[in-house]
């Protein structure tokens, strides 16, 4: 067993964990956080992506123990506290940018990123920056869409700051 | 509706919902991460399962030894096929003909294993790991048999057999024929007097359907509590009702002491329309151990084990006119029903055989199906079931057809198809079609398209001899859907009903409670189900709740596939909302002191005719909660159950076009735009109509495309995983340019005709026609699905070198 200190979302936790512990079991079944899921065994479909560090990895691809130290947010810390939505979140809300819901923790967290390296994307680089990012329902134009006015919604909060 | 000018406040006021692209109630708690998946579940005491799979294809078991397993660190039990005696057979729901052979099914296999994946023992273990651990430790001799995967192969007599006590790996024939039906003609006679009639054609073709995976991204989940009075089982499923009544029927537990709930289900498309082996497993574990269990599929096991779908050869002869009509259509199908028999499993191609003739007037008809055994995983429903695959075999044969006859793929299908003023039409399969107006989808499609531009485009480009070739594809479709007329079903010997259950309940402080059999995996039935209550009790929005997927509190229904949710069970909602009303009636008269014919309901409320004052239903709610002062005899109650069953299926049609661009150099192929307007009735939700279009045409583009399950020749699954498995990502679609035009469905109140299904039944042979309209001048005549770099690159080689040798030659 290993112990390590974490981050999530603003609270902070020390567990004792077996060194094979994925990120995303950690979370899920030590940690309680059941937002964040499991859509496949090969790293592919993205379900599972969350923020390490404000980069945006799949938590089934490292261990809870390369984590230690490190500060996670997942879907759940991403509306304040009042419940008030993320822009988006309010930005997928808007566009019907989920259906069924599964791939949407890891959606909006890769979407967070992506903004954050890239503000002024567009439509065909928005596409790219979701490519590790698998939906089976939406046929990805919701998703899209709501990136693309995320986006807007970002540079016209950064203007009015 | 008429009201008088002196009564304005008697107006509906409201904005209707139904119509209005309503954002949806579902989204904030999936965008928060507060929804409840059934792998999310953890209950004190609870095991964890995992299940030994065999890796070969086809082998009797020689000898299976649990005892290292069974002593290794936090195994509480291990179970092989002979250690449950009380587990029953699987069942299967659709006995196709009489003579329909049903292998022998169970949760745990005995004695042999069928397919790669085949269950073969159960370990429960104190956690995942050390289940998973423990597989290892089992021991497991195979004696390996005869493989067979290609259903050609299968179905011929000395091929070997999947299941020897058989006989055959012939599961079953079925047909159709439009002599038998009084429908038509005898499409066998047609056909050989139009290939002696020079004024006549007749064109044959073998087309294939890629077997594909419904691919939902939740894998499978189930947690049994055996510890209340009744059993509980969670399950991502897409049916709870189906699930507890199978599992009755089959198992060792009684229906009334087993509740199914279906919480947050991470999509279906016909994947979790399964009573599963893992369901009656983890319920048959967790009852012996009394305690609660939980068993959650990897994604590997879910591509070699939830079933796969499509899998057909289908032989086609179409016989038409020189000037395009059409004299005959023949169908001969082979279905790879693969190793057992689902639910819907053998029923799946006979869907298909309703629907070959799509929206055309064809004279007369003939389908013939064989469904065969082979040894791989078996199939069953996937989004539209056996309707995309009749619409791949027609739609790929009419531009078959337009290409003989040097016409327009357009021109040669609008000679053919059903005139607006035919409906309702009797088709030559044995339907109604209710409605339909397909020149003005089709008209629609083409001007947002910019056919005959795209036209002189590709005009260019040959003449050019450009590497980038563009190609334009067409479907015009008709989809059957709504899966429902329980008589219909009763004749095709379907197991069961059609019929779709909902009870509105009636909240003292004005509140409505919706409860229905339908349940949701992503469709926003809460959002489109409370606009419709809303519209009927003119009730606010805000105040509807929907409660579905849990046989305790919904406790009738027929669950969610087939694009049934809105059409079957939306009218059981509409049924109860109106017998709501029909029951506060005598009570608002009795308030009102007025007599019942007096009043109207109009907005939620009930006046007087001609006058102002009236009572509002929720007003009404309250009086009857009260019951002081109620007309005698009345119950003090306005819930009200209805049970709906249509007269007919739904049948949504439009046009699909495609433009596409063919690289010839590396054989890639690029969907350059993609229009549809589809004709699916009355909107309920536009945004959630669109949603459902983008999803299903993505789904489509995927099968034509990109996805395939592929065996080896010894059976091993060689696409296990979605890394070998190609399902889209969003750089590989593009955005949609979608409209609807609206013909209301004459067979429900709401005009509504389904739409889910739509998207992935037109999109695989619009694609497909463009990438052959874009190598047709090469040389190429066809490609199988998915039209993959390699494959195109290889027909285009092909054609190029044959084309050389008859040059020389």
């Not at chain 1, 490190?70 to 810390?77: D, R």
């Not at chain 2, 001969?332 to 869907?351: K, S």
Request: proline share 5%.
């Amino acid at each position: 067993m290993a112990r390590i200190t974490v981050t999530v979302d603003g609270m902070r936790f020390t567990h004792e964990v077996e060194p094979r512990t994925l990120l995303v079991h950690y979370l899920r079944e030590t940690v309680g956080r059941t937002g964040t899921v499991v859509g496949c065994d090969s790293s592919n479909c993205g379900a599972c992506t969350v923020l390490v560090d404000g980069e945006s990895i799949k938590s089934c691809s490292v261990l809870a123990v390369q984590a230690d130290g490190a500060e996670i947010e997942t879907v759940e810390g991403l509306a304040a506290g009042d419940g008030t939505l993320h822009p988006v979140q309010q930005a997928f809300h808007e566009h019907h940018g989920l259906q069924c819901g599964y791939c949407t923790p890891g959606m909006l967290m890769r979407s967070v990123c992506l903004v954050r390296e890239n503000p002024e994307p567009t439509e065909d680089e928005v596409r790219e920056g979701l490519k590790g990012n698998m939906c089976r329902c939406t046929g990805y134009q919701g998703i899209v869409s709501a990136v693309m006015a995320y986006s807007q919604a970002a540079r016209d909060e950064e203007v009015g700051r | 509706m008429s009201t008088a000018p002196d009564a304005p406040s008697a107006q509906d006021e409201r904005t209707p919902e139904i119509g209005r692209a309503r954002l949806r109630r579902e989204d904030e708690r999936a965008l928060t991460g507060r929804t409840r998946w059934t792998d999310d579940m953890t209950l004190p005491g609870m095991l964890h399962l995992s299940v030994l799979r065999s890796p070969v294809a086809h082998a009797s078991i020689t000898e299976l030894d649990t005892t290292e397993a069974a002593r290794a660190p936090g195994v509480v039990g291990v179970w092989t096929g002979e250690d449950l005696p009380e587990q029953g057979a699987m069942p299967t729901a659709w006995t196709v003909s009489d003579d329909m052979r049903t292998p022998p099914y169970f949760p745990l296999s005995v004695g042999s294993v069928k397919h790669v994946g085949d269950i073969v023992a159960v370990v429960a273990a104190t956690s995942k790991e050390a289940a998973d651990d423990a597989l290892e430790l089992i021991d497991v001799d195979y004696d390996e048999l005869p493989v067979v995967v290609d259903p050609m192969v299968a179905k011929q007599e000395g091929s070997p057999l999947v299941h020897p006590d058989l006989g055959t790996n012939v599961c079953a024939t079925w047909g159709l024929d439009s002599v038998t039906l009084g429908t038509g003609g005898d499409a066998a006679a047609a056909i050989r007097e139009a290939e002696s009639d020079p004024d006549q054609v007749v064109v044959r073709r073998t087309l294939r359907q890629n077997r594909v995976t419904p691919a939902y991204i939740e894998p499978r989940s189930i947690v049994v509590d055996p510890t209340a009075e009744q059993v509980t089982m969670w399950s991502a499923t897409q049916v709870p009702h189906i699930v507890r009544i199978l599992m009755a029927m089959t198992q060792p537990i009684e229906e009334h002491e087993l509740r199914v709930v279906a919480p947050d289900v991470g999509g279906g498309f016909g994947g979790k329309l399964q009573f599963t082996r893992e369901e009656a497993l983890v319920l048959l574990i967790a009852r012996r151990l009394r305690l609660p269990c939980k068993y959650t599929e990897s994604r590997s096991e879910s591509m070699q084990s939830s079933h796969h779908a499509r899998d057909q050869v289908q032989e086609l002869t179409l016989a038409a006119r020189r000037d395009g009509t059409i004299t005959a259509l023949d169908v001969d199908l082979t279905a790879d029903m693969g190793a057992y028999l689902g639910i819907l499993t053998a029923g799946i191609p006979l869907l298909g055989g309703f629907m070959f003739n799509g929206i055309y007037r064809i004279p007369a008809y003939s389908f013939h199906c064989t469904d065969v055994f082979t040894n791989k995983t078996m199939t069953d429903a996937y989004r539209g079931a056996g309707k995309p695959e009749a619409t791949f075999g027609i739609e790929r044969m009419m531009d078959e057809l337009a290409v003989e006859l040097d016409l327009d793929p357009i021109e040669v299908r609008r000679r053919n198809w059903i005139r607006p003023e035919e409906f309702p039409y009797a088709t030559v399969a044995g339907l109604t079609y209710d409605s339909g107006n397909y020149d003005r989808a089709t008209d629609k499609a083409l001007a947002m398209f910019g056919y005959d531009e795209l036209r002189a485009e590709q005009r260019r480009r040959r003449e050019a001899q450009d590497p980038v070739q563009l190609g334009i594809g067409v479907c015009t479709f008709v989809e059957l859907s709504g899966l429902a007329p329980s008589r219909v079903l009763g004749g095709l010997n379907y197991g069961s009903g059609g019929w779709e259950h909902s009870t509105i309940r009636m909240l003292p402080t004005g509140k409505v409670e919706v409860v229905a059999g339908t349940t949701s995996h992503g469709q926003g039935h809460a959002t489109a189900f409370s606009q419709i209550v809303s519209d009927e009790l003119g009730i606010p929005f805000e105040d509807i709740v929907l409660i579905s997927g849990d046989t305790a509190s919904a406790h009738k229904g027929m669950d969610t596939y087939g694009s049934r949710s809105l059409v079957v069970g939306g009218m059981a909602i509409v049924g109860a909302a109106r017998k709501v009303v029909e029951k506060a009636r005598p009570i608002a008269a009795h308030m009102l002191e007025a007599s019942t014919d007096d009043l109207e309901f109009v907005g939620g409320k009930f006046s007087v005719k001609g006058t102002t004052s009236g009572v509002t239903i929720q007003e009404i709610m309250l009086s009857t909660w009260l019951a002081h002062d109620l007309p005698d005899g009345l119950e003090p109650n306005l819930d009200a159950d209805y049970t709906f069953d249509p007269e007919n299926f739904s049948y949504p049609t439009g046009t699909h076009l495609a433009a596409v661009e063919v690289d010839t150099q590396t054989g890639r192929v690029t969907v350059r735009d993609y229009v549809c307007v589809q004709d699916v009735g009355v909107l309920v939700n536009p945004m959630i109509v669109d949603g459902q279009v983008h999803g299903g045409l993505t789904q489509g583009i995927a099968q034509a495309l990109y996805e395939e399950i592929q065996y080896s020749d010894e059976g091993q699954l060689t696409s296990g995983t979605l890394a070998d498995y190609l399902v889209p990502a969003a750089p590989d679609v593009l955005r949609y340019r979608t409209d609807t035009t609206v013909t209301e469905a004459t067979t429900n109140v709401l005009g509504v005709k389904a739409v889910g299904e739509t998207g992935a039944t037109a999109a695989p042979p619009a694609i497909v026609n463009g990438v052959l309209d874009a190598l047709r001048p090469l040389g190429v005549t066809d490609i199988t699905m998915p039209c993959t770099p390699s494959k195109v690159w290889t027909a285009i080689d092909d054609a190029r070198r044959a084309n050389k040798g008859q040059v020389t030659a």
